[in-house]
């Protein structure tokens, strides 16, 4: 079992609609989630880290880790087409090394 | 400006042909790292380097090497002895204290083999 599984979509929405991606993990020892966005042939930047379980917003983003059911959600509000962009969710395993998801390829429709 | 540079952008090489992609960053970073990534299948971790003189194998190391001489530089030697080397390489960094949480990424190098 993949230690970080994500959906490779594509996903493609309209301009203003609500984004929801997600990844499962498999390891509820992991602590720390990212998620990353990257534009087609550019590296990834990192977009919010959260700790542990609950809810991290940064503007139009929120990061939201449920420990329960080992799921990881990233929601867009507002979404523009700038937003248009390959997403991935990452954990930290054995507090050195990111494990990274497949990513989700999003497309959004003005 | 600071940042990571990797180059060149697009590298092209026959089978049986060592290639060595450059990684330089200017962040005073302590910590650097190499993925590849393929179609579908997210970043995967080659080599990591959390100080000078000192690396460790990641994920997928076979047919891979690098060296850690200098603080701001970690280049990544892809050897004939990798299979399938065609795919897009990254390169990142972070502060020592902050260990994987914040990796600063390169723009890659895609590498394609014939």
């Known amino acids: 079992q993949k230690e970080v599984e994500q959906d490779p979509g594509p996903l493609s929405v309209p301009e203003g609609a609500i984004v929801s991606l997600n990844c499962t993990y498999s390891?509820?020892?992991?602590?720390?989630f990212m998620w990353y966005r990257q534009y087609s042939r550019k590296g990834p930047e990192l977009l919010m880290y959260?700790?542990?379980?609950g809810n991290k917003e940064d503007g139009r983003f929120t990061a939201q880790v449920d420990k329960s059911s080992k799921y990881i959600s990233l929601f867009i509000r507002d979404s523009q087409p700038s937003d248009s962009a390959t997403y991935l969710c990452a954990t930290v395993v054995l507090g050195q090394k990111l494990v990274f998801g497949q990513g989700t390829r999003l497309t959004i429709n003005p | 400006d600071g940042g990571i540079t990797q180059s060149p952008k697009y590298l092209f090489r026959k089978e049986g042909q060592n290639v060595t992609l450059s990684c330089e960053q200017n962040?005073?970073?302590?910590?650097m790292y190499w993925y590849r990534q393929d179609p579908g299948q997210g970043l995967r971790l080659i080599y990591y380097s959390q100080i000078v003189n000192d690396f460790q194998k990641g994920d997928i190391a076979e047919g891979y090497s690098v060296s850690r001489e200098k603080k701001e530089s970690f280049p990544l030697t892809v050897t004939s002895a990798q299979k399938n080397p065609t795919a897009f390489y990254l390169c990142?960094?972070?502060?020592?204290?902050?260990?994987?949480?914040?990796?600063?990424f390169g723009p890659g190098t895609r590498l394609t083999v014939t």
């Open positions: 962040l005073n970073h302590d910590a």
């Open positions: 990142a960094s972070s502060l020592s204290g902050q260990g994987a949480l914040e990796q600063y």
């Open positions: 390891n509820s020892a992991f602590q720390y």
């Open positions: 959260t700790y542990s379980s």
